[in-house]
Structures are given as structure tokens and as C-alpha cells.
């Protein structure tokens, strides 16, 4: 545990609650005295959870290799699966990184928002952010919480989501606080997660053949439409084992109950066993067995996609033996969704 006391930030710690008998984290509301309090924890080199519009981060000061080294151990994350620097505007991302012209307008575009550019990096980040690589992620989040944070500190926040290392991502304080509270000391509630999907990531050090690298909460059709680009698809290059190319891990965002991917659509007289959950896209037509679950009633698939993590926490507290998950439509959203989904589903 990281000790405000021995930082000499506090004279007293702040309290920290019980959870079914273990120690949680303080979950601070974003007031200008809490928002102080935890610029101040980060400086110190201490964790804090932050609020995004995709998921919660877990964050340190992306100087400091100690505090960012915190991160690694909280979450349980091999250290060969670098992390994303987190900035206030593109200014400050030029400092720690090179743009070319087509990374600039990227981020012009989509900036504060759900990408992520990889960059060369520059020598201020330290090799533990980036897994030892010449290159770095970098992403500027739109959330208002997050952005007052960060406005007035000096440096980036270096910040995986805030899951333990293959587990669901959090998309609120509470999901943070029964996964890592035990590992972390304070959470930034900035209530639920507008997008509930990570950030797309784009490697575009090649102009000439931009790669994406992750389907995420910016779809590939919106970025190539409104940057006039084609997009080279590498999110599938995805391997089974411990050690792997940064990102790569196939299981992934993955429940403690198994998850088995059912490209067949369910029907509701389908869903008979009372031991599985049935994960949908939309509502099934009339009345629905308890152990139906669905996305979106609608059949929107961004509102889908900001559900999934949400609904896969709550259906992992149920206590059914298996989940069994539709796959969704290869458009749009449904492309990060099911991305997540056959990683969620993978041995
Ligand atoms: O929405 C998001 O992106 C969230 C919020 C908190 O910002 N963050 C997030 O971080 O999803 P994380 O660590 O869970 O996923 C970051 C991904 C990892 O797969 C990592 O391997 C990849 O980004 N990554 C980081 N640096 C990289 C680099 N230099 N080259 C290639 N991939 C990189
Ligand atoms: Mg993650």
C-alpha cells in the first residue's frame, strides 16, 4: 500500500471502508479539494483510478519508472505489455513524442477523445511505460473529470484500465473498487463510463499504410471517413500464451464464468437451460426468463458497446455455470464488440 502519511501529504490517512472485511479504496467525488488531495498522491508517486469516457484508468506519473512499476504489480500485468500515456492536449504530446502530418491530423480530429496514436517516444518516458520500445501510445481523454485532473499537473498519466491483468475493464468506481481495491488507495469516481469500450488504437508512423491495431470506442468506418484515409485491419493479429507481442494477449477481458461465443442468433424458447446466462444484442420479443440478458433494446450498437462490460461484471456475480454470448454484426461498433467478446471467450 502506497502511505500518504510517509509521502508527508497527510497528516492522517484518509479512512478507508470495509468490504466484506477487506480494505477497500477511498472513493473520492471530483470536488476541488479531492482533485488537489490526488494531483498531490500522483506527484508523490502514488496510484489513483481515473474516471475516462472509455473505461477507468489506473494511473501514475508516466516520469516516474518507481510509481509506474506500482501499476505493473497492482494489476498483476507481465511488463512486456506497455502502457498508454495519457496527456492534456496535443501540445503537451508533442513534447513527449514526434508527430508526423498524418498523426497530427488525427489527433486534430479526434482529439480529446477514444484513439490512441503510437508515436516514436521521446527519452523523458521511461522504458518500463513502453515495455522497452522506441515507441509510445499516447491519447488525450475527453472526460471532464479526467481533464480537470490533468490540466494542472506537469506531467502524463500513464494508465492501463484499472482491471486486474485479463479480467473485465471497469467502466465504474464500484467494478474498480471490487477488483483492485485491496491494491490501490484511492478511486476518482467520475461515475459511469460514457463509451464503455477502450480506445481505438492507430499506429500511423507509415503514412503511406496506417495500421489499426485495436477496434475500440472510434469506429474504423468514422476514422476513415472523416480523415479521408484506408485503415490496415492488424487488431486480429492475436496470440495464445504469456508471452506475446504488446497487446496481443488472446484471453482477454475475460469473466471467472466461462464465456462460449454462439454465432447462431438465441431465440428465447432456445434459452432453456437455467444455469447459463445468455448475453444478447437486443431484446428478444415478449416476456423474458431472468437469465436472458441483452445490450441494447433498440439494437443500437453503441449503446450496446457501452453495456457489455457493465453487464458482464453483474452476470459474473450471478453465479451461473457458463455464459453463452451472441456474436454481433462485423459493422461499426460491433467490430470492438465482438473483438472483446471472442477475447472475453478465449482458453
Ligand atoms: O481507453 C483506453 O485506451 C484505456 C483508458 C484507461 O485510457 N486504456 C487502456 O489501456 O485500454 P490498456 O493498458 O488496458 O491497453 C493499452 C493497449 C495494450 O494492449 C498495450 O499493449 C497497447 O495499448 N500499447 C501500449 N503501448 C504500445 C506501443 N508502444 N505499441 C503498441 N501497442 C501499445
Ligand atoms: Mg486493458
Redesign the pocket.
Known sequence: MYDLRLAGILSTQITRYKFSGICMASLLKPTDENLNLLRNVLKSGGLVAVP?E????LAANAFDAEACARIFTAKGRPTN????C?IASLEVAESISSFNELSRKLARLFWPG?L?L?LPKAKTIPDIV?AG?A???I?C?MHSVFQQLISEIDFPLA???ANPFAYI?PTTATHVNENLGEDIDYILDGGPCELGL??T?I?ARDESSPLL??H??LSQEEIETTAGIRLIDKSSNITQGPSVA??SALKHYSPKTGLTLSAAPIKEPAAVNPDTAYLLWKKPEGKNAENIFWLSASGSLTEAASRLYAALHEIDQLGYQQIIAQTFPEQGMGNAINDRLRRAAAK
Not at 54 to 57: I, K, L, P, S
Not at 81 to 84: A, K, T
Open positions: 475516462t472509455t473505461v477507468y484508468g505489455d506497455p502502457l498508454i495519457h477514444p490512441t503510437i513502453t520500445l515507441s509510445v501510445a491519447r481523454p494508465a492501463p484500465s475493464s477502450e480506445s488504437i499506429d491495431l485495436r475500440g470506442a504488446p497487446g
